[in-house]
Nanobody, 123 residues
Framework: QLQFVESGGGSVQPGGSLRLSCAVSGFTSRNYAIGWFRQAPGLDSEQLSCFNHRDGHTWQAESVRGRFTISKDNTQDKVYLQMNDLKSDDTGVYTC????????????????WGQGTQVTVSS
């Protein structure tokens, strides 16, 4: 059973930045993937970004590429999502998910999630 500790959400003006963090415990394999999902009001959940621990590969959705960057803390099973140049469309609940034993970033296979954190972008 994976346990998640998410932090970093909040309110920011358009053009601002936030950094989300997600610490995960309980992995049984050194192969795993951690990623971020976003659910905007009235929309389906969107896969945003993923980190694959096996080879360090990262992936970002087209909607956030160039603005959002995922990275991993080298000392623990924790990832960060640096979000720059935030727009009002980025408003939503951001949830960290993971897949123990994953060899690739296939976010549709994720089966564990944190509680989510609210990000609001508004002037």
């Amino acid at each position: 059973q994976l346990q998640f500790v998410e932090s970093g959400g909040g309110s920011v003006q358009p053009g601002g930045s936030l950094r989300l963090s997600c610490a995960v415990s309980g992995f049984t394999s050194r192969n795993y993937a951690i990623g971020w999902f976003r659910q905007a009001p009235g929309l389906d959940s969107e896969q945003l970004s993923c980190f694959n621990h096996r080879d360090g590969h990262t992936w970002q959705a087209e909607s956030v590429r160039g603005r959002f960057t995922i990275s991993k803390d080298n000392t623990q099973d924790k990832v960060y999502l640096q979000m720059n140049d935030l727009k009002s469309d980025d408003t939503g609940v951001y949830t960290c998910g993971a897949k123990d034993g994953a060899r690739w970033c296939v976010m549709a296979d994720f089966d564990s999630w944190g509680q989510g954190t609210q990000v609001t972008v508004s002037s």
